[in-house]
Nanobody, 124 residues
Framework: QVQLVESGGGLVQAGGSLRVSCVAS????????MGWFRQAPGKEREFVAG????????LYADSVKGRFTISRDNAKNTAYLQMNSLQPEDTATYYC?????????????????WGQGTQVTVSS
């Protein structure tokens, strides 16, 4: 059974940093493209960052480019999202997702598996 479990969310002041992690089980992690998405109350789920199975391709939303870094450790079946210079508008529930494909896709419907989410709150 495929399972993704996020951790590392929390409350941080504006300008601070957090790293969220996503541990995968039940499938061959190193063949899956991974993505991070976020959803704020009353808003649609939006793409944040994605990384190919080989670590060779990364993609970022314009809103986080230069502040966030996605990475993965295939030996640990874990994906990470390092978030720096956080702003109140980054407040959301952050979800990791995996897709059995080589393209780093920004569309949520292209991802097969999802975690339960971890809350990130940035105070001003």
């Amino acid at each position: 059974q495929v399972q993704l479990v996020e951790s590392g969310g929390g409350l941080v002041q504006a300008g601070g940093s957090l790293r969220v992690s996503c541990v995968a089980s039940g499938w061959t992690f190193n063949t899956y493209t991974m993505g991070w998405f976020r959803q704020a109350p009353g808003k649609e789920r939006e793409f944040v960052a994605g990384i190919s199975w080989s670590n060779s391709v990364t993609l970022y939303a314009d809103s986080v480019k230069g502040r966030f870094t996605i990475s993965r450790d295939n030996a640990k079946n874990t994906a990470y999202l390092q978030m720096n210079s956080l702003q109140p508008e980054d407040t959301a529930t952050y979800y990791c997702a995996g897709r059995n494909g080589v393209v780093v896709d920004q569309r949520p419907l292209k991802y097969d598996s999802w975690g339960q989410g971890t809350q990130v709150t940035v105070s001003s």
